[in-house]
């Protein structure tokens, strides 16, 4: 509830497709410093056994589970050049309608691992509404999918000694949005790949924090507050 001195709280909504590591972060950071006058509208998956659920309904956070399925059955030309592209297209702008109802300020993709089609991020847009990503990359550096492997395959080749972790703002082309804040991460010393895996994911926790709030701030003043 606002009062003359204190705006409404900023309503995200997060995209989750798995264990939720990152969703746990915001939902420990709302109404502290590190995200000031937050609430989780809801958390949306596209797994119905994503443990992030689990965690927001842990937290009180309302919750949907929005599958692809249904879609695939209803439109089911996975001929070589189609590829679900009907199902793909009728999933996001169903899902673009869902979280629309609840008029976030914000979408956060934490770990989210499906593409967006224009289906999805144009209804969104329209409603002046950002959406950001967490991506376990340096800007520019790798893209999509499984990241973290493909760095860890290039420094055991010699190939590179370090890696890193961005929030970026979504668009169409996959990862290439505009980067909001990013931070190296060093190989150097690392023996496993679940070694790198930690180190990334304890950077991945501040980040996404704060790259929300940054974006959040924003649409509060019109200055990134960095
Ligand atoms: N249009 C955009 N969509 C998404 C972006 C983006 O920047 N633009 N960021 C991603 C997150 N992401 C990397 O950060 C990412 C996630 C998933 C994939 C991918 O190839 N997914 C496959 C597999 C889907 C499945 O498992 O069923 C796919 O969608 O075919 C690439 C990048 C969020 N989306
Ligand atoms: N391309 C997107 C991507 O790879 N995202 C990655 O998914 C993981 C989600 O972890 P979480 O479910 O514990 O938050 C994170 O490592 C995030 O960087």
Redesign the pocket.
């Known amino acids: 509830m606002a009062t003359d001195s204190t705006p409404a709280p900023a309503r995200i909504t997060v995209?989750i497709?798995g264990t939720g590591s990152n969703l746990q972060a915001i939902i420990d950071s709302r109404n502290t410093a590190a995200l000031p006058n937050t609430v989780i509208v809801r958390v949306v998956s596209?797994r119905k056994d994503a443990y992030g659920l689990k965690r927001a309904e842990e937290n009180g956070v309302p919750t949907t589970y929005h599958g692809?399925l249904p879609y695939k059955k209803k439109y089911p030309d996975d001929s070589s050049e189609k590829?679900f592209e009907e199902a793909?297209r009728a999933y996001d702008s169903d899902l673009a309608k869902l979280i629309l109802i609840d008029r976030p300020d914000i979408v956060v993709?934490a770990?989210?691992?499906?593409?967006?089609?224009?289906e999805?991020?144009n209804p969104v847009k329209e409603s002046s509404i950002p959406?950001i990503?967490?991506?376990?990359?340096l800007h520019g550096d790798l893209?999509?999918?499984?990241?973290i492997k493909r760095a860890w395959k290039e420094f055991e080749e010699g190939k590179r000694k370090k890696t890193g972790v961005m929030v970026?703002?979504?668009?169409?082309?996959?990862?290439?949005?505009e980067m909001i804040l990013q931070q190296e991460v060093e190989m150097e010393g690392c023996v496993t790949l679940e070694e790198l895996e930690g180190r990334i994911h304890g950077v991945e926790h501040g980040l996404i924090v704060e790259g929300t709030r940054r974006v959040v701030e924003k649409g509060r003043t019109g200055k990134e507050g960095a």
């Open positions: 995209l497709s596209d692809i590829k793909r993709c770990g989210f691992m499906r593409i967006l089609t224009t999805f991020l959406i990503n967490l991506h376990p990359s893209i999509g999918a499984g990241c970026h703002y979504v668009i169409a082309e996959v990862d290439m949005g």
